[in-house]
C-alpha cells in the first residue's frame, strides 16, 4: 500500500450534502476538493449543474475530480422509477458518479427479491449512461445477516462499490461493517466507508480494512494531518 499524499486523497469523496447547505458552501466545497485533489465532490442534486460548470472552470477542467452526487437520499423509499429517473437526469447534467441508498423498508420487510430488482435497475441505468455506481447500505441500522444479505446481491448485480453509510442514519461506518462487506463482496466491488470519519486516524483504520474510498466532509482535517505525517 503506497504512503504518498496522492494514495490517501484519491480514495476520498469530499462531501457536502447537509440539506441546508448554503450556495456558497457548495461552491466552496467544489474548491476544495480540486485543491486538495480528492477523487470526487459529492453533492446536493439540485447543485449539480451548477458545480458541473464550476468543475469545468476550476484549472481549466484539468484536475481529475468527479462530480458525485446521491440517489434516493437519505432514506431510500423512493420508487423504483423515481431512482432511475434521479440518475438518468443527475448524469444528463454531469454527475459520473452516483451514490444510490438501498430501500431499507424492503429490506426489513424481507422483500429480497424486490431489493434486488431495485438495486439491478439502478445499476443498470448507470452502466447505460456511463460512470461509477455506489450502493449505500445503511449498515448501522441492519443486522449482520441483512447486511451479508444485501452482499451477496451486490456480488450478482455488481455494482462498482457498497457503502456502509448515508452520514444521516442510525450511525455512521464501523470497522465491523468494513470489515464484514469487505470479507463477503468480490474484490472486484469497492468499499466506500462513509459516516463519522472526522480524522486522520480513522481514515488509516478503514484504509487497513479494506475500504477503498472515504465518504467525508472533513477532507482538509484529515489531508492537512496525512501531509503533516508526510512531511510533504
Known amino acids: 500500500m503506497s504512503d504518498d499524499y496522492a494514495s490517501l ?18 461552491v466552496e466545497g467544489c474548491r476544495l476538493a480540486v485543491s486538495y485533489r480528492v477523487a470526487s465532490i459529492c ?3 439540485y447543485f449539480v449543474p451548477r458545480a458541473a460548470k464550476i468543475l469545468r472552470d ?11 452526487t446521491v440517489i434516493g437520499f437519505p432514506h431510500g423509499t423512493t420508487a423504483i422509477g423515481a431512482k432511475v429517473y434521479e440518475v438518468q437526469w443527475a448524469a444528463g447534467e454531469g454527475a459520473v458518479e452516483l451514490d444510490a441508498v438501498v430501500n431499507r423498508s424492503l429490506i426489513k420487510s424481507g422483500a429480497w427479491d424486490e431489493v434486488e ?6 445499476v443498470g441505468v448507470v452502466r447505460k449512461v456511463g460512470g461509477l455506481v455506489k450502493v449505500i447500505f445503511e449498515s448501522a441500522e441492519l443486522t449482520d445477516d441483512e447486511v451479508a444479505r444485501l452482499c451477496a446481491i451486490c456480488n450478482r448485480v455488481r455494482p462498482d462499490y457498497v457503502k456502509t ?3 444521516f442514519g442510525g450511525g455512521g461506518a464501523t470497522a465491523e461493517a468494513v470489515t464484514q462487506m469487505r470479507q463477503l463482496c468480490d474484490e472486484a466491488i469497492g468499499v466506500k466507508a462513509s459516516g463519522g470519519i472526522r480524522d486522520l486516524e480513522t481514515a488509516l483504520t478503514y484504509r487497513r480494512l479494506g475500504a477503498t474510498r472515504l465518504g467525508t466532509s472533513s477532507t482538509a482535517v484529515i489531508l492537512d494531518a496525512w501531509r503533516k505525517r508526510l512531511g510533504a
Open 9 to 26: 486523497a484519491r480514495m476520498i469523496d469530499h462531501a457536502v450534502l447537509r440539506p441546508t447547505a448554503t450556495w456558497e458552501e457548495l
Open 43 to 45: 453533492l446536493l442534486p
Open 58 to 68: 476550476l484549472e481549466g477542467g484539468d484536475h481529475g475530480v468527479a462530480l458525485s
Open 117 to 122: 430488482r431495485e438495486i439491478d435497475a439502478v
Open 165 to 167: 453509510s448515508t452520514g
